[in-house]
């Protein structure tokens, strides 16, 4: 049994008196508001603490209320999020404010059921936002907290496999501190991200040592166990930076689901290596998809859009767009210092920035 023999007050004194002296001071921890914790924990899901601090100040100074992201325009959301990618992420919060509002009189409901019914919220977030904000000793186990806890309790079981995430919430269930579960929620994150670090955890630092199984045997090195990914996939794209005669640029919004769903593009299509040179599977793909004539120009940059399971490999050209263009809601040509108020996605963004440099 896991717990035999687990000091279990020792390791909640030892790992919140270390957090009340050590933690980080972040502009989400200023006050407990649900609203700002909520954003904030759906903006450290597959970013990295300093990259979010300014994009949460800047949307918390833009959207400061749930009312207020609940009201807002999806464009005016979207470009908010501009540059944080996994856009889903905020669809989903945008879909779940909403839903607050109309449903709870915008409180965030403090229910666990209730909370974790809404658009975007897993267990992990479920647990983060009840404890931080409400104090309810629900776990909030993420990848951090696996790797801290596996070598904590010396667990071998494979963390990318969905059944173990099971495993360290039950474990959580037993050893959260029922007076303090924000600040021992908090620990344990702040404790993976400062010093039981992936590579060469900081044990000698390390405030739970004596709690530590992995460093008394010290495997702490080889834990946790997560078997590799299957091979990501990789896709040849060919982009078109356009411009009409009136040095307008064609624009193009993806469908409202899939990948980047609802953000502005430069056109672009999948190359296929098989057939003719990109240039002309592009002016081909112009012509079929948006009866468009293009005459594609220089390739001036190429650059990776990396997803979790897929590479863009993008080859970015110049060319121009010979007659006129069928506007729609999906296509536009726009003035160039209009650009900046559409939300395109961060690969996007330095493609306009490469072709600003070419085009002085
Ligand atoms: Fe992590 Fe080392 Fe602390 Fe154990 S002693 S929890 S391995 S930092």
Known sequence: MLLEGFAVEDFQRDLIGWFEKEQRDLPWRKDNDPYKVWVSEIMLQQTKVDTVIPYFNKFI?????????AEADEEEVMKAWEGLGYYSRIRNLHAAVKEVKEQYGGKIPDNPEQFSKLKGVGPYTTGAVLSIAYGIPEPAVDGNVMRVLSRIFLVWDDISKT??????????????????????????MELGALICVPRNPACLLCP???????????????????TKKANVKQVAIAVAVLKDEHGKVLIHKRDGTGLLANLWEFPNCEVVHSQENPERQLEKFLKEEYGTTVRIGNSFTALEHVFSHLVWKITVYDGKIIGDVAETEQLKLVDEQEIGLYAFPVSHQRIWKEYKKTDG
């Open 208 to 226: 739970v040592q004596a709690h530590c199984r992995a460093f008394h045997e010290g495997v702490q090195a080889e834990l946790p166990v997560k």
């Open 163 to 188: 059944g173990t995430r099971k495993l360290f919430e039950a474990i959580v269930r037993n050893i959260i501190s029922k007076e303090n579960p924000s600040y021992f929620n908090q620990a344990l």
């Open 61 to 69: 100074e833009q959207f400061p209320t749930l009312e207020a992201l």
